[in-house]
């Protein structure tokens, strides 16, 4: 994508990749978000706050940061990264705005059968494999499970259609650019659980995995269940910090006034991108398949945000000043800390010095050769 742009403007490569381009994405990801939103709710103020949990949403790390007495953080102490940090991914984000964009395709044609919506969902969600793997398996299996309840009560089978095509489309990118792939998963379930209490730069809870094993030495299984399921509300609420207030709103999602097939969707969607990883783990970089639940955050943000607008429409006036104070200072901490402490520092985690810059400016005005630079030593770091 950098390289047909470049073809087409003549910019920098450098220029288009690390500062226009992350612009676009993060700002067609927030219209994509308000726009679906508003389609979905018919509401604005559900919009609205979808958007703020889509771009702020953060985990609750910074509350056991507080509570042990360390520096304001955690981001990722649960194991999933944040919405501070999805732009530092572009593959993903990428395959979020295309995720975003085949969902209100696929709503258009739900609602009006028109054959061009139903063009361009199937080409926008079978595309989406070859731009990130995850989200075309999260896509694909969920309009394959909403095919199969379609036809179980005997609805019009069209989420089929798009079902069929979209992988035709899939296997024409994907198959020959990625043979072999298929070994690449390997099950290995509750393995970020047990890393989320185990390891020191996660929760770092001994005593949560030391009940593990000891359970499962003892075959105590009452006691295994006990920790599975205190595990994963851990992860969950930790990871979803002010998001996991929609799940009020998916417990009444019969309620909801839009398509029946794109709450299957959305249902099947979220149900793929938290089981994948609870069952398996990447061969080689173990904490890679951590990405399909960053694909439930993007999601929970749309819940969320209608929890928020059930909530004000039931409050006086005060009430709802109060309870938007609560979610936005619950909320941003984690994208606060991440913002000054990993992405704005005062001294910038890679730099060139002035008298670095003058040494390369030098080097450049002189003809070919070898530079020989004095070998490393590290008792002279303490000099400087």
């Known amino acids: 994508l950098t390289a047909a742009l470049y073809r087409l403007t003549g910019l920098s490569p450098i220029l288009l990749y690390f500062q226009i381009l992350p612009v676009i994405f993060s700002l067609s990801y927030g219209i ?8 979905i709710f ?16 953060g985990s609750f790390g910074w509350l056991v940061s507080l509570f042990r007495g360390e520096t304001l953080g955690g981001e990722s102490m649960f194991w999933s990264m944040q919405a501070v940090s999805f732009l530092v991914n572009p593959p993903f984000i990428l395959s979020v705005i295309l995720l975003l964009l085949g969902m209100i395709f696929y709503l ?80 290995k379930p509750w393995w970020f659980l047990e890393t989320m209490f185990s390891f020191p730069d996660r929760l770092g809870i001994l005593r949560m995995d030391l009940m593990r094993q000891v ?11 006990f920790w599975l399921v205190s595990g994963l509300v851990i992860f969950l609420v930790g990871n979803l910090g002010t998001r996991t207030i929609g799940f009020l709103s998916l417990l009444n999602l019969k309620k909801e006034n839009f398509h029946s097939s794109l709450k299957l969707f959305f249902l ?16 080689g970089t173990n904490w890679n398949t951590i990405q399909f639940f960053y694909y439930f955050l993007v999601l929970m943000s749309f819940w969320g945000g209608l929890t928020m607008e059930r909530f004000l429409a039931k ?3 005060w009430q709802n000043i109060l309870l938007i104070l609560v979610l936005v200072l619950m909320t941003l901490p984690t994208t606060i800390s991440s913002l000054v402490n990993n992405y704005l520092p005062p001294r910038p985690p890679v730099k060139i010095s002035k ?30």
């Open 355 to 384: 008298l670095e810059l003058e040494g390369l400016k030098f080097l450049a005005t002189q003809p070919e050769g070898i530079v020989l630079t004095f070998p490393f030593n590290p008792a002279l770091i303490n000099n400087f």
């Open 215 to 225: 359970s499962l030495l003892t075959q105590n299984y009452l006691k295994f269940y």
């Open 108 to 187: 258009n044609y739900l609602e009006s059968g028109k054959k061009r919506f139903l063009i361009f969902s199937i080409f926008i969600f079978g595309v989406l494999i070859q731009v990130k793997v995850y989200a075309g398996i999260i896509v694909l299996g969920a309009l394959l499970l909403t095919s199969v309840t379609e036809f179980l009560s005997r609805r019009p089978p069209r989420t089929l259609f798009v079902f069929i095509f979209s992988c035709l489309v899939a296997l024409a990118v994907f198959l020959p650019l990625n043979r072999g792939s298929q070994t690449v998963l390997v099950y």
């Open 32 to 39: 994509l978000v308000y726009v679906l939103a508003n389609k």
């Open 268 to 283: 099947y969607a979220l149900l793929i991108a938290f089981v994948f990883p609870m069952l398996f783990i990447q061969k």
């Open 42 to 57: 018919k509401n604005q103020t559900a919009g609205l706050f979808s958007l703020f949990l889509a771009y702020f949403g």
């Open 315 to 317: 409050r006086s006036p």
